[in-house]
């Protein structure tokens, strides 16, 4: 019997010993070529010409996918070009500023055409460097891996295998192969639309605080400035292409901020207000951080009070917000607050959601049904406690809701909260908007399944809120959506700043990574035929979301 147990672990320690040098040997068959696959791109960049501008491409492995063009005053990336993880990255060298800002400042139309011709003309040049480079690192990698196997059974004092020879061409065809297979997946995976979302960062995110001062900014007398507007006109001119062809005309732009808690930001956003030319803001909560009407000082109310009077804003009650903070808000002038939260005698809270037909658009709200310190799980702040509690808020707050209406925007402050309303009213939201987690969702799940989800982070930076938490500040972010005079949601800005105290003057900007700019060209979505938005069509009063639908309403699907 003991033979037997002794005879089995031998033979189970010898298949481990096997399968233990098995993957140590494919490890370094598929790790070091692409050690050396990425090694070769960084060290023998491609380098070419355009527009009489000399510039080198870069490759990468496995970071920074997709195409980047990189500037000293930041950079512009298309991380979704296909589905490979390699990274092309553009860069110019020597450049002779003066005579670029020459050429482009006169006019950047022309020169730009000569920019996107001259590189379309390069692209086969760089597709074959990029491919022999990754060849020739797959060849050196397989090699390396070769002598070190070589070099292991040297020390194991193993004899040569008579067809070792043999053995490394099968390798090498193998890998070739593979790098045939690995094209074809990157060519089959090619994404027509890459240029539907683009992130810019640096100066050139940092510009675009002053989208109608940039004829200004690049228009400087100061030759410094001259040579950073021409790289700013570049840009500018090229994104305006991509807007052209991807985007239909804009009716007006929507502002989304959330989770202010106390933050003296107001002013900046008010900023964008007007930079972007924004009718309608969306503020999906928390403005307050323990719920006391005191916290909304005289200070901050002008603050709000004044961006409102710019634009329209419609606010609703986060898990921060009591009914005295939403009695606050209802009293400040252009401040629309939608749904309605109110507390029983137990110390427990009820929410009611309402709508408003703004601008052409049918949007609609539910507060949050906790409050910071409240009793029981209306004050906690566990998910496994509160998420119970707001799907069955959500679920009251729909009952009855007229079976003919639809909505174009869902808010709630809890991204828990929306989707719940999204599975009671499947088919009828056209986008959800929440807040909360103090980050944005992620760009590629923006949007799935035709319905837009827009989760906003903190545009008061974590407020009174990280303070009280003992947190970093995560950055000040908001969102700014196109909206088309068809209705359709176009397009969408995502900005975070890292330092939300930038100059409001253009000409003072510096080069740095405290901006980012994330755009997101949105698809269009199944909407009625002949329907119509425009500041024109004014807002409604507010009405309870379970109320019959008035004449001034419209019905999208």
Known sequence: MNSR?????????????????????????????????????????????????????????????????????????????????????????????????????????????????????????????LAGLLLAGVVVGL????????????????????????IRVHQAATAGIVVLLVSGYGVLSYDRDWTKQSKLTGTLGAVQLFPSQLSDFYNQQNKAYDVLGAVVGIQASLQQRIDAAKTPDT???????????????????????????????????????????????????????????????????GNHDSPDVQRVMSQIPNVFVLGDKLRQNDGSYVVSGSRIHAFGLNIAAVPDPRVYGAVGSYGSGEDKVTNPLEIAAMDQAVNGIPDDLNLDIMASHEPSA?????????????????????????????????????????????????????????????????????????????????????PTDPTALTVGDNVTVSSVYLSPQKITAGRTCSTVDGLSPVRRLTAPIASDELAPP
């Open 143 to 166: 090699l390396a891996a070769a002598m070190v196997n070589m070099a292991q059974r040297y020390l194991r004092r193993l004899p040569r295998r008579d067809n070792e020879l043999r």
């Open 418 to 502: 929306v989707n719940e309303l999204k599975a009671k009213l499947p088919g009828r939201i056209r986008q959800l908007d929440s807040g909360h987690t103090h980050a944005q969702n992620a760009t590629g799940d923006l949007q799935s399944g035709g319905i837009i989800n827009l989760v906003e982070g903190s545009t008061g930076a974590g407020g009174l809120d990280n303070i009280n938490r003992g947190e970093k500040a995560p950055p000040v972010e908001f969102s700014i959506e196109s909206v088309a005079s068809n209705c359709q949601f176009a397009k969408l800005l995502r900005f975070q700043l890292a330092d939300p105290s930038l």
């Open 5 to 129: 147990i002794g005879e089995t672990l031998l033979r189970a320690r010898r298949y481990g010993a096997f399968a233990l040098r098995l993957a140590i040997r494919w490890s370094l068959r598929i790790a070091l070529p692409v050690v050396f696959a990425n090694a070769l791109l960084r060290a023998f960049p491609y380098k070419g010409t355009a527009a009489g501008i000399p510039f080198q491409v870069r490759g990468t492995l496995f970071t920074r996918p997709g195409l980047s063009a990189d500037t000293s005053v930041g950079n512009w990336e298309f991380p979704h070009v296909d589905g490979l993880p390699i990274g092309l990255h553009i860069s110019p060298t020597d450049v002779d500023l003066l005579r670029l800002s020459k050429a482009a400042n006169p006019d950047s139309t022309a020169f730009v055409d000569a920019l996107k011709a001259d590189l379309n003309s390069e692209i086969p040049f760089i597709g074959l460097w």
């Open 251 to 317: 009716a007006y732009n929507i502002m989304f901020i959330s989770d202010m808690h106390l933050a003296a930001t107001y002013p900046l956003v008010a900023q964008y207000v007007d930079n972007f030319d924004v009718k309608l803001i969306v503020n999906t909560g928390d403005e307050s951080e323990f719920g006391t009407s005191g916290e909304l000082t005289p200070g901050f109310r002008s603050a709000i009070k004044a961006v409102a009077a710019k634009a329209p804003m419609l606010w609703m009650a």
